[in-house]
């Protein structure tokens, strides 16, 4: 019989299919939750994406790149003072030298920030030599630096008010675009200032759970 033979056939097929549709999504489950894992993993293992010897680079990248643009600035500023007859002469020179002694403050402060880098490497916590007393004594190391940043930074914005003001009285040494670019310049180092009080904050959580590991 024909017809009879063929049922049996007809159910067959429908079965593999439904075993075969089950497989791959359980095989698809499976994956989704392998790449969950992984993903939760890497995030225990690495739950700061940059590590802390980068940070630091980059933040004396910033204080370096403020420097020189203070230093520049402070040059061009004391040739045209000093050129200069205006009556605010004498009042530019200071501002100068103060400009270019303010840079070699700044650039000192970067090169102890990649000192810092080269003591601490990425991942502090990891060094055989990491203590909690001296994570505690960069971080308050760095924390002093980092406010000594930010006051520049608001110095150097009061610096250029009083550029600004002085660009307006005719006959003046300074002009206004010098002014605008020192304002400028001014926003990037509280910027940098207040990045380095950051990574002197994480210095001393990794600080608080290296004490609380040894304590137990
Ligand atoms: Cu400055």
Redesign the pocket.
Known sequence: MATAAALPARRDVPDHRDAFTLTMTLLAAVGVAFLAALWIFAQVLSPDQVGVATELRGTADRIDA??T??ADHGGQLLAVATAGTGVDRALWIGEARH?IS??DS?RMLATRMRAMAVTLGERPEQSTRASAAALSAQSAALRADAVAATE??R??TE?AALMLEGARQPGSVVSIADAEL?SA??GR?IDAGEGALQIAGSLDVLADRLSAMFRR
Do not use: K, Q, T, W
């Open positions: 403020h420097a643009a203070m400009m303010d840079a700044m520049h930074g110095m150097m610096h020192m310049d001014a180092i």
